[in-house]
């Protein structure tokens, strides 16, 4: 195992750079510094040749000489990530500038939830070997979180989106004043405009067709159902009343097409009664 420190001497690590809880932008570079107390860096041996070939030296302060790595793993809720998957692995060989050892994640992360770990070795990369069990830990962990990169496009999206909104808006201005005239297509054309441009704005089920035009005053009011062609024209005094004996009963008041069928119809009762009159003159005569 080699030599072992005293516990004045045991390593302790901490990532000071990304903060833990940090939020950064996918696929943008950043630095990952880490802090290491009581380890001599920049020992490091050939990992394809020497790994675990030598054991633990010490300096002579007595401090261990050997390295440290950075590794990232990408996070999936509280399940423990599979040791053999990593986004981004680097050993510090190098020795520490101020007690610091960083190293830059050039490509950045995809999105997602990461842990970034210090790994501390000592020459050939085998775990620290420490005087004592209970201690605190003599590496890092923290956790970040890579969001996605949208380039300012949400901003943009949203503002057109306003834009067609105000858009849509002035159209249904447009749509409104359609409707209107449909209304009066509707008082003149008995309900075209029920159909029209109108339909499903202020037109149609508003003040146009369903309203004052087609359903209110227009076709079911005062119009088509009221005094026009069910009321005093078809079913009222035309056809079905005083014109019930007379020779104009079934003329074109009670089968007519609207409001000048109403005088129709009152015009067949006209004619019923004159020709009543003539019948009681001749048989006066005779």
């Known amino acids: 195992m080699g030599e072992v420190p005293t516990v004045k001497n045991m390593v302790s690590s901490l990532i000071v750079s990304p903060t833990n809880g940090q939020t950064i932008n996918e696929n943008q570079a950043f630095d990952v510094k880490a802090a290491t107390n009581n380890l001599i860096t920049g020992f490091f041996s050939d990992p394809k040749t020497q790994y675990y070939t030598n054991p633990q030296t010490l300096g002579a302060n ?3 000489q050997g390295h440290s790595h950075i590794t990232i793993q990408q996070l999936n809720g509280n399940t423990p990530p599979d040791p053999q998957l990593f986004a981004f692995f680097q050993g510090l060989n190098n020795a520490s500038v101020n007690g610091i050892l960083a190293v830059t994640v050039a490509k950045g992360l995809p999105a997602g939830n990461y842990r970034i770990c210090t790994m501390t070795s000592s020459l050939s990369h085998q775990p620290l070997i420490m005087p004592v ?5 003599q590496d890092d962990c923290i956790r970040i979180n890579v969001k996605p990169n ?5 901003a943009n999206n949203g503002n057109n989106n306003n834009g067609k909104g105000a858009n849509n808006a002035n159209n249904g201005n447009a749509n409104n004043g359609k409707g209107a005239n449909n209304a009066n297509n509707g008082n003149a054309n008995n309900g075209k405009g029920a159909n029209g441009q109108g339909a499903n704005g202020q037109g149609a089920n508003g003040k146009g067709a369903n309203g004052q035009g087609a359903n209110g005053q227009g076709a ?11 009321g005093q024209g078809a079913n009222g005094k035309g056809a079905n009343t005083q014109d019930a004996k007379g020779t104009g009963t079934n003329t074109q008041g009670a089968n007519g097409k609207g409001a000048t069928n109403t005088n129709n119809g009152q015009g067949a009762n006209a004619q019923g009664k004159a020709a009543r009159i003539k ?7 005779f």
């Open 150 to 154: 949208n380039n300012g496009k949400g």
């Open 62 to 64: 007595g401090q261990i």
């Open 279 to 285: 019948a009681v003159k001749k048989r006066a005569l």
């Open 220 to 230: 079911n009011g005062k119009g088509a159902n009221g005094q026009g062609a069910n």
């Open 133 to 137: 069990a209970q201690r605190g830990s």
